[in-house]
């Protein structure tokens, strides 16, 4: 979800069972979103995008759910594996699709 | 795989001085971003560049900065002169013929910026 400041939100699990990290965007016109992955001291990795006439994607190991009556989005990541811990951030495109907003971003933290 | 590359990866200076962070794109693409980072928050927008103009800028983006394509593959910030809130890690990214075609955003491994 979103966050302000210093504070991200944690998501913790245990490796092999599946995340849900979640997303909330602002902007109903947005086309075109995409989940990232953080690690410390690195830049962020594209993971997976989806468009907005699409309500689910999958990928190798992950798939992205949008909801756009809520404009709520989803990453779920399964079987999840120690390498999968990082900052996951959502990013929303603007319409002109010059500009990314991130959203605040979850930690996912995966315990042996 | 191709990768957007940062240059430098820290630099520190003090504060007034003028700094530039270079990038070199991805070769094939023609849409250019920076993004900044400051320590534990989320990255935000400053910049897009298309066709050798600024496309969008944010409210961050204020006259202090200024974004250059001096040649045919690298792409720099200049930031004119620093202050201490622009500490911050400094993402460039590129896109190839816009999201539209199927091109997504890149980024490179970010340019850490010190100010003392």
């Known amino acids: 979800g979103e966050s302000v400041g210093l504070h991200l939100p944690t998501l913790s699990v245990q490796e092999g069972d599946n995340s849900i990290i979640n997303c909330a965007y602002s902007n109903s016109a947005s086309d075109y979103f995409i989940w990232y992955k953080q690690e410390s001291g690195k830049g962020p990795q594209f993971i997976i995008d989806i468009r907005s006439n699409m309500d689910k994607r999958q990928g190798q190991r992950v798939t992205v759910l949008l909801n756009k009556t809520v404009k709520h989005l989803s990453l779920q990541i399964a079987a999840t594996q120690p390498g999968d811990s990082a900052v996951y951030f959502c990013?929303?495109?603007?319409?002109?699709?010059?500009?990314?907003?991130f959203g605040g971003g979850t930690r996912l933290m995966v315990k042996p | 795989e191709p990768e957007v590359t940062q240059t430098p990866s820290h630099q520190v200076t003090q504060m007034g001085q003028e700094v530039i962070l270079r990038c070199v794109p991805i070769?094939?693409?023609?849409?250019f971003y920076w993004y900044r980072q400051i320590l534990g928050q989320k990255v935000e927008f400053l910049v897009s560049f298309y066709n050798n103009e600024i496309s969008e800028k944010s409210e961050i983006f204020d006259d202090q900065f200024s974004v250059e394509r001096p040649d045919g593959s690298n792409f720099t910030l200049k930031i004119r002169s620093t202050k201490l809130e622009d500490s911050a890690m400094y993402f460039c990214a590129s896109s190839g013929l816009g999201w539209d075609s199927g091109n997504t955003i890149y980024f490179g491994e970010g340019s850490w910026l010190t100010v003392v």
């Open positions: 990013a929303e495109l603007n319409n002109a699709g010059n500009m990314l907003t």
């Open positions: 070769s094939n693409h023609l849409y």
